[in-house]
């Protein structure tokens, strides 16, 4: 990507972020879950899910702008952000913390159901949910989503986060993963919210052993069987999104839309937040109109 990167936030975000959401938790199989919502109930409704070691508050300056015509919500997956921890961690759970979530948030109040967004990990609960509880949702939305799992390194047994001495100082650790580019004003929003305070200073608010216990091998299967409007949403300079990966959802999903997002990396909704708005906003209006 190209462009300098700027320092101070646009008049936008800063709006964006101070529309700050309700907060508020609900009970799904025994967990705790963290579930931010913004605008009226009996508006069309929207979730949105999180990837991998993120949490709700990755929506915070992209959902406000979703919410001025629909209610939209968004959660943190057990594990991570403000949800509890559980013993196990399973695709089955996070489907149904999605599903619960619909309920939680009064997503369906409108009459019709909720459209389902998931950026990266996030799409393997969003296609479950879409799969598992069709009458549940209108339509499914993946961001940066791809069917083909990559091995992934050996996982560290400790159950542990690092854990630093300031809150400054893990600010300075922060990276977004895999690497990209980002405004300064995003990335810093985003560590600040991802953080909580440990025996002897800071450590992130992820739990370590969802890596070592997650298994998404069902991802193909629930995609293939996803009955509902579909759309893939993709950086153009992801580094996840090569042409293998592309080719596989052309496969597992022919009937969905598949939109660039030109000039993006692997996390949309930071480095071209505008773009996605703008993308969502277009497929849900047309998926409204059918």
């Not at 936030?9 to 529309?19: L, M, R």
């Not at 949490?55 to 919410?67: E, G, I, Y």
């Not at 598949?258 to 949309?268: F, G, K, L, N, Y």
Request: aromatic fraction near 8%; proline fraction near 8%.
């Amino acid at each position: 990507m190209n462009g300098q990167l700027c320092e101070v936030a646009p008049a936008w975000f800063d709006a964006a972020v101070a529309h700050a959401p309700e907060r508020t938790r609900f009970e799904s199989a025994g967990a705790e879950i963290e579930l931010l919502t913004w605008g009226e109930r009996g508006r069309p409704g929207v979730l949105l899910l999180h990837g991998n070691g993120a949490h709700a508050d990755w929506w915070r300056w992209t959902a406000p702008l979703l919410a001025r015509d629909r209610r939209v919500a968004a959660i943190s997956l057990s594990g991570m952000g403000g949800s509890a921890r559980r013993d196990q961690y399973s695709v089955a759970h996070y489907a149904g913390e999605a599903r619960d979530a619909i309920d939680a948030a009064g997503l369906a109040e409108s009459g019709a159901a909720p459209f389902i967004v998931g950026h990266s990990f996030g799409g393997v609960p969003a296609a479950a949910c879409t799969a598992r509880y069709p009458d549940a949702v209108s339509g499914l939305v993946l961001v940066d989503t791809f069917a083909i799992a990559k091995p992934r390194p050996p996982q560290p047994e400790k159950d542990g986060m690092p854990v630093y001495a300031s809150r400054e100082e893990a600010m300075a650790r922060f990276r977004l993963m895999p690497r990209q580019e980002a405004p300064p004003y995003v990335t810093r929003f985003i560590a600040e919210h991802s953080l909580m305070p440990a025996p002897g200073g800071w450590t992130w608010r992820f739990d370590p052993k969802i890596w070592r216990q997650l298994d998404i091998s069902s991802f193909s299967e629930a995609l293939s069987s996803v009955t509902r409007p579909m759309a893939c949403l993709y950086g153009e300079h992801s580094v996840l999104g090569d042409a293998e990966q592309r080719a596989a959802m052309r496969r597992l999903a022919p009937a969905a839309f598949q939109v660039e997002i030109p000039d993006a990396a692997h996390h949309i909704m930071a480095d071209q937040p505008l773009a996605l708005v703008a993308a969502l906003r277009a497929i849900l209006a047309g998926w409204d109109a059918r």
